[in-house]
């Protein structure tokens, strides 16, 4: 008789949603720890596209606390291992006696850090060899639907390790057990090493600018020669065609946005320690050189470092869609977005600016049935606008004005969308257009930072895309003068 886990989420990006609910839509017991995106999620559920997957499962259990869930028999770990010292409050609510903890975060030193805190016996280890992203709270896209490999911190496996790999297996998901854990680990760590690291040193890439490049190909390929290495020297035998079969696998995914470019984009802290700090350590220490690891090691943590101190006042900012009259491109705008929101933070703030003071801008697109609600309730006029932006960080945007507007004035909708947002910015950063003065100042200085976020969008992929140009045809036309609400 197969045993029936209940199971909690720790960590509800990417990697928690899409196993979760790949196991909620087999019929597990799954709980989900989600301390925002609450409100997408209670309307659409999770949904997973690509790679012959169609995947919507609309009920998940989701809750504020770990104390709300209660002791569960299984818990997957998927935070960064950036928040590991919040697991030490957020795990005891969820251990009875004999609860297992899978962790499936990347890099080396997350069950050491497990067993020190909450004992070895409980810890298993899983990698997930897989290309996902979360365009949105709720939307998984698949680049490839890889495996996952389990194995126990302390010893070879157990019957409940094959035990929690047939729970994944039950839910469709390719799944084995493995007798070497620290294997694996490193054997991952040949693709997330050159990968996350040059994704973001290179300039903000993707796999397949990578290896379209002829010097950032030869230094991956020079990476995980070194990876290799380093394992072969901890005693692992981790064998040289490693490197071109995951070259092969990588350049049949296509463009693929590596987690560390995400995070890097989004202002996130980078898991530098765990995915090349601990590693450049253990390999130092077995009398490995690793030069390179070193260098790239380096180059991350003196961006990271300048990033975080130019971001420091800098809000988060999110792209959340509330309308279904218009297929939008939630991944380009939210990459506008955060460019946008960087080159506002690059003029001086006006006197009754509010953004530096924000936390969170999140800006919302909305139909113009919506639109005009707003538009009435706050602002005592009747039908659709373009925009709304309030005080306290939220910016409304109508898609279906901006269709109607981008038609008139000659634009594309994204470009539309893309100018909205960035005039909510400018009115959080203390601009207003309640004089002539002022209307032009405004429009001077909005104009002036879109074309300066699109030139610095554009050089990205005149770079690294072998000076093919990909144009959008926002690209491609003027931003027509027009006075925004």
């Not at 818990?75 to 499936?104: G, Q, W, Y």
């Not at 910016?395 to 594309?412: C, L, P, Y």
């Not at 429009?443 to 002036?448: A, G, S, Y």
Request: hydrophobic residues 40%; contains cysteine; positive net charge.
């Amino acid at each position: 008789m197969r045993p029936t886990f209940r199971i909690a989420v720790v960590g509800s990006g990417a990697i928690g949603c899409y196993y979760g609910a790949k196991l909620v839509a087999a019929g597990r017991d799954v709980h989900f720890l989600m301390r925002g995106d609450i409100r997408e999620i209670d309307r659409c559920g999770i949904r997973i596209r690509g790679q012959g997957q169609n995947l919507h499962v609309r009920k998940i259990k989701h809750y504020q606390s770990t104390q709300e869930i209660r002791p569960c028999d299984l818990v997957l770990i998927a935070v960064k291992t950036t928040s590991n010292r919040d697991l030490l409050k957020l795990l005891p609510p969820l251990l009875h006696e004999k609860t297992m903890l899978l962790t499936l975060q990347n890099g080396l030193g997350n069950e050491k850090f497990l067993a020190q805190n909450f004992g070895a016996a409980r810890v298993l280890g899983g990698l997930c060899f897989i290309c996902i992203n979360r365009i949105s709270p709720g939307v998984i896209d698949c680049y490839d639907r890889g495996r996952v490999a389990i194995g126990e911190y302390k010893g070879g496996p157990r019957p409940r390790t094959r035990q929690v790999a047939a729970e994944f297996k039950r839910s469709g998901v390719i799944c084995g057990v493995v007798e070497n854990l620290v294997l694996e680990r490193w054997r991952k760590l040949v693709w997330n090493i050159p990968f996350n690291g040059l994704s973001v040193t290179a300039g903000g890439i993707d796999t397949a600018a990578i290896l379209a490049n002829e010097r950032l190909r030869a230094e991956t390929f020079a990476l995980m020669d070194e990876v290799i290495t380093a394992a072969n020297k901890c005693g692992l035998p981790l064998p040289r065609t490693e490197a071109r079969k995951q070259i092969k696998r990588t350049e049949s995914v296509g463009a693929f946005k590596p987690s560390t470019l995400i995070d890097f984009e989004a202002g996130r802290p980078l898991e530098i320690e765990a995915i090349w700090g601990e590693p450049m350590r253990q390999a130092a220490a077995a009398g490995a050189a690793t030069p390179r690891l070193r260098k790239l090691y380096s180059a991350l943590k003196a961006l990271d470092e300048k990033r975080q101190s130019d971001v420091l006042s800098i809000p988060a900012i999110t792209v959340h869609n509330r309308q279904r009259a218009l297929r939008v491109s939630l991944e380009a705008l939210q990459s506008f977005a955060q460019h946008a929101l960087r080159a506002c933070f690059k003029i001086p703030q006006k006197e009754n600016g509010v953004l530096a003071k924000l936390s969170e801008v999140d800006v919302i697109l909305v139909s113009d049935r919506r639109m005009s609600e707003l538009h009435r309730r706050f602002l005592h006029q009747p039908g659709p606008t373009d925009v709304i932006t309030f005080q306290h960080g939220e910016i409304f945007v109508s898609t279906e004005t901006a269709r109607k507007q981008a038609r008139h004035f000659g634009n594309s909708v994204e470009q539309e969308m893309r100018l909205y947002i960035m005039h909510g910015l400018l009115h959080l950063h203390g601009f207003d257009d309640k004089d002539r003065r002022a209307v032009a100042e405004m429009k001077r200085t909005q104009e002036t930072l879109v074309a300066r976020v699109d030139r610095a969008l554009r050089r990205s992929i005149l770079q690294w895309r072998g000076g093919r140009i990909h144009k959008h045809r926002a690209t491609e036309r003027a931003i027509h003068p027009r006075r925004l609400n």
